[in-house]
C-alpha cells in the first residue's frame, strides 16, 4: 500500500538538532501514519477532545528522546506505551479537576428557585375550593377553622370558643372537616399535605 506522505507535512515534529528535515522519509511516514491511529485510540478512551493534544505530546517525544528508532516494529509498540501513560495521567488530572463530574448545564439545567406555574395554578384552585366551601359553613365552624389556621391549639380554641371541655373542641373539628369534605365531593384529593386528607384544615 503507497505511503500518504500529505499527512508528512501536518505532522507536529519540532525542530531540534538538525530540524525536521533531519528525519528520514521513511521515520516520517511510520509517524503520519501512527498518528492516526494514536489520535483514534485515544478518542476511543475517552479523551475526546484531548486525543489530538495526546497524540503530538507522543510524537514530540518520539523525536526528541527516541530519534534513533527507525522501524514501525519499534515505533508502533513504544508510542502505544507513551500513550497508555499518558492516557491514565490524563485521567489522574480530569478526576483531580471534577472533569468527570461536570454537568453540562445546557442539557441539564440548574433546578429554579422559582415555584412551578402549574403548581402554583393547582394551589390557588384548590386554596378558592377550600375557601369556596368554609364560606358555606356556619359560623362555628368558619371560627374553628380561622383559629386553627391561625395555628391555635386545640386548648387554646377551646377558651376562645367557650366549650365546655378539649373533647367538644375535638368533636367540632370532626364534624365541621367531614362537612367540608362532603361540599368538596367527597375527597381530600390535593388538598393539605398528605393522604387521607392530613393537613387539610
Known sequence: MDPDLSLTSALPIPEG????????AGRLEVLARLRERIVA????RGAGA??????????????TKYGHLERAE??????????????A????????RGEYDAVDLDAFPPPSDA???????ERKELLA?????????GERCRELFRLKLQGRTFAEIQGLLGAASLNTVYTWDHRCRKQLLDTLG???????????????P
Open 17 to 24: 538538532e538538525g530540524g525536521a528535515a533531519g528525519v528520514s
Open 41 to 44: 485510540f485515544a478518542a476511543s
Open 50 to 63: 484531548h486525543a489530538e493534544d495526546l497524540a503530538q505530546e507522543v510524537l514530540v517525544l518520539l523525536h
Open 74 to 87: 519499534d515505533l508502533v509498540p513504544l508510542a502505544f506505551q507513551i500513550l497508555r501513560f499518558k492516557l
Open 89 to 96: 495521567a490524563h485521567r489522574r488530572r480530569a478526576a483531580r
Open 115 to 121: 415555584p412551578d406555574p402549574a403548581m402554583v395554578l
Open 129 to 137: 375550593r377550600l375557601m369556596g366551601g368554609i364560606a358555606q359553613m
Open 186 to 200: 367527597g375527597r381530600w384529593e390535593g388538598v393539605g399535605s398528605g393522604p387521607g386528607g392530613r393537613g387539610a
